[in-house]
């Protein structure tokens, strides 16, 4: 008998199921209001907390099922509701993420709650390293962070974007540079807690996609946090920025060790979109009839849902297996979450726009939901690092050149 197998154990098949019922019953009877209203859908987080699917134990339970599969699980069942709501609910988990990888067990035990509030009161987290000038170059970050030694207060200046939950959120996590000469390894991650003087939302962005999700600008102006608010501790700090600029390793950046914790969760979301519209498109094709026959007859449709089935199997299991090996320790020596991220994503946009071509005229109206989906489905080849930035790093990994 062997000990190797790929079937979800009783607990996770309740949790899928759970989680797919709220999908299907809340989540997709109000994509398309939300999608067009382009705002926060809080009666729906509101809904997702009462039931204890939005709260710090769900999402502490998904983080540590011992194979890794939980939040990837929970992750597709949410994406295949819809994407952008699904991100409006577990856009707190980016902040939970930066949070977890950077914090002391203090800060941890202290601000994890804070991130999701209560079921009567709801509190979203968020996560920021990108700026207008600094997207796929971390290394170029222009806020800065700058110690007040006499109050051990911190002032924080500059601009963040692109920050899901943005201004909106109760619990800012973001990565600042407090020693600029040092490049990415001069990078530190803070917490800004509720209502913090200096810290404001700047401009909402419109977006193609996910536009149930709130996506924003992050102003910080002379914002003061205390010194206990820097993630990690000043004494950390103090040793790593020694050690790098003696040229000494460092260990993970701040924004990396959060990127490399969510990369087979975004995967997941993407495999969830692309299974979204797979479903739809065959169920579509097995209904719809042409010359006298249901349009599935033909190969050039039938072929078009064989591919679909296939690279959305295989993107799912990628991300399995970024999972597992996250959460086993092992280190993704071959780019591992990077390729789970960079193959979800490009097979979401891929999938969803093959959906629209098997439903024709209606796939491209607002009528059928696959025009949203493919919308949806784009983000993921940019966000969380681009499919350049995930072959750039699968590249290095595999050739051990530190490619340009």
């Known amino acids: 008998?062997?000990?190797?197998?790929l079937d979800l154990n009783e607990d996770q098949l309740?949790?899928?199921?759970?989680?797919?019922?709220?999908?299907e019953n809340v989540?997709?009877?109000a994509a398309h209001e939300w999608d067009e209203r382009e705002e926060t859908p809080w009666p729906i987080i509101e809904e997702a907390a009462k039931i204890g699917?939005?709260?710090?134990?769900f999402v502490a339970n998904a983080f540590s099922d011992p194979t890794g599969l939980g939040l990837p699980l929970v992750m597709e069942e949410v994406a295949w509701g819809d994407a952008g709501i699904g991100l409006a609910i577990f856009g707190t988990t980016l902040g939970v993420a930066g949070l977890m990888g950077n914090g002391t067990p203090e800060q941890i035990a202290e601000w994890l709650?804070?991130?999701f509030g209560t079921p009567d009161k709801v509190a979203l987290a968020a996560f920021g390293v990108s700026e207008p000038d600094a997207g796929?170059?971390?290394s170029s970050l222009r806020s800065r962070a700058v110690y007040d030694e006499a109050k051990d207060e911190w002032v924080l200046n500059g601009t963040k974007t692109w920050i899901t939950n943005g201004g909106i959120a109760d619990v800012h996590v973001l990565v600042l540079s407090v020693d600029p000469e040092l490049g990415s390894r001069g990078h530190a991650s803070f917490i800004i807690g509720p209502g913090t003087p200096g810290l404001r939302q700047g401009q909402k962005f419109k977006k193609m996609g996910i536009r149930a999700s709130h996506t924003a600008e992050v102003i910080l102006e002379d914002c003061r946090v205390p010194g206990s608010w820097l993630l990690g501790g000043k004494e950390k700090l103090d040793a790593r920025l020694a050690r790098a600029r003696e040229g000494k390793r460092t260990g993970t950046q701040a924004a990396m060790s959060t990127f490399e914790a969510s990369r087979p969760a975004v995967g997941a979301q993407a495999v969830g979109i692309a299974r979204a519209a797979y479903e739809y498109a065959l169920d579509y094709a097995k209904e719809r009839k042409q010359f006298k026959k249901a349009i599935i007859e033909n190969q050039a449709i039938a072929f078009k849902l064989a591919d679909?089935?296939?690279?959305?199997?295989?993107?799912r299991l990628l991300v399995w297996r970024a999972g597992w090996m996250a959460h086993s320790g092992k280190t993704f020596e071959n780019g591992?979450?990077?390729?789970?991220?960079?193959?979800?994503?490009?097979?979401?946009?891929?999938?969803?726009?093959?959906?629209?071509?098997?439903l024709g005229g209606y796939g491209y109206v607002r009528e059928y939901p696959v025009e949203r989906w493919h919308r949806d489905s784009k983000i993921y080849t940019i966000f969380e690092g681009t499919s350049e930035i995930q072959r750039l790093i699968i590249s290095r990994a595999i050739s051990g050149i530190h490619i340009q």
Do not use: N
């Not at 008998?1 to 197998?5: E, W």
């Not at 591992?336 to 098997?358: D, N, P, R």
């Open 136 to 138: 796929s170059d971390v």
């Open 53 to 57: 699917l939005y709260s710090l134990d």
């Open 113 to 115: 709650p804070q991130c």
């Open 14 to 23: 309740q949790i899928q199921k759970w989680v797919h019922d709220f999908a």
């Open 27 to 29: 989540m997709r009877p």
């Open 1 to 5: 008998m062997s000990d190797f197998s």
């Open 336 to 358: 591992e979450g990077s390729m789970s991220k960079l193959f979800a994503g490009e097979t979401a946009v891929w999938v969803t726009e093959e959906a629209i071509q098997i």
């Open 308 to 315: 679909m089935k296939t690279r959305i199997d295989a993107a």
